[in-house]
């Protein structure tokens, strides 16, 4: 009769005990110094084989047994009438199996991050009002205005003309009017950019940067069409939502955000995020630009302005555009005439 060699643990103390396991009918017989007994199938639960790691029998009264001799203890088990050969041992005897559920994982965590996350986080804005949002903006005003926005120095005529036609596109919109504020800021330069509740702030320079010819005021409604885009489906609250997961998710794997491991994916996560939410608004601001008459002519040249007034040589690497938060504005102009001509 075949029989293996155990380790046998009462559960109270952490002494060990030497014993040798010999199958009788329905169940194994413990056999050691200081032990005798018999237990039957229904008293106890085998672990199912994991690698060279010890196989564990538990038993009903707390205590246990580790066998290290797998071939021996499947064999006690076997002229027991146990089947040892549960559906876990054999996925994961299998290099096959485990190949192709280490596939698996990797295609639901990219899934997960490509699909299931931006959708998380779309349905998630989509129930925060717009009130509440606009919490938030308050509080970034707040800071922002302390140092990195400065109050806007452009002619009160010019402010109030573009706030006249900024509330006539929010009512085209179907959107709450949500404020428009006009700041100046030497860090930022020409730019326009919408909150998570849905302030939108443009700066001085970018005014001056279209001009002051007959197209300068569409060119600057032009690019706050494009920023209620991202007011209209929740950009920069959804954009919020997900790098937050994204970092903390990367943390929690990696380690410190700081370390280079983990950052680099997670900008490269946030930047792809950004490009999606950029195409959006741009889509977005076409068909506005259509409901008020503005050539699409006019987002295309301030697009270009835009890129000679924030860099000094057009992007050339391809990795380098993995880690845009835009699109390059050549693309983006195509697709403006695209997305035009299509409407």
């Known amino acids: 009769m075949t029989s293996v060699a155990a380790f046998y643990y009462d559960g109270n103390s952490s002494e060990r005990h030497a014993l040798l396991l010999t199958p009788m009918h329905d169940g194994l017989e413990l056999q050691g110094d200081q032990l005798a007994r018999q237990v039957p199938f229904s008293a106890m639960r085998i672990a199912a084989k994991l690698g060279s790691s010890p196989r564990l029998i538990y038993f009903a009264d707390g205590g246990h047994c580790e066998v290290t001799d797998h071939a021996a203890f499947e064999r006690v088990l076997h002229e027991a009438g146990f089947d ?98 006009f700041r100046d800021s030497k860090p930022i330069g020409a730019n326009a950019f919408a909150l998570p509740g849905g302030t939108v702030v443009v700066t001085d320079d970018l005014v001056q940067l279209a001009g002051d010819d007959n197209n300068s005021d569409d060119e600057v409604i032009a690019v706050l069409a494009h920023e209620l885009g991202h007011v209209k489906e929740r950009h920069a609250l959804r954009q919020l939502l997900q790098s937050s997961v994204v970092a903390l998710a990367m943390t929690w794997y990696v380690g410190d955000i700081s370390n280079l491991l983990a950052a680099a994916p997670t900008l490269l996560l946030q930047a792809n995020y950004s490009r999606e939410f950029e195409t959006r608004a741009d889509r977005y601001a076409v068909k506005m630009m259509r409901v008020e008459g503005i050539p699409v002519d006019r987002l295309a040249d301030m697009f270009r302005k835009l890129e000679s007034a924030h860099r000094t040589e057009p992007r050339q690497s391809s990795f380098g555009e993995l880690f845009a938060s835009h699109p390059a504005t050549e693309k983006r102009i195509q697709d403006l005439y695209h997305n035009h001509a299509d409407d």
């Open 84 to 181: 040892a050969h549960s559906l876990v041992a054999h996925f994961e005897g299998s290099w096959r199996y485990a190949l192709a559920a280490l596939l698996l994982c990797i295609a639901c965590g990219l899934a997960t991050i490509r699909w299931g996350l931006p959708w998380a986080a779309q349905l998630a804005a989509e129930r925060i009002p717009y009130s509440t949002a606009h919490s938030i903006d308050v509080q970034a005003m707040r800071a922002f205005d302390q140092g990195l926005l400065q109050p806007s120095k452009l002619p009160t005529a010019r402010r109030q003309l573009l706030q006249h036609r900024f509330e006539t596109l929010v009512n085209e919109s179907g959107l709450p009017q949500f404020p428009l504020q």
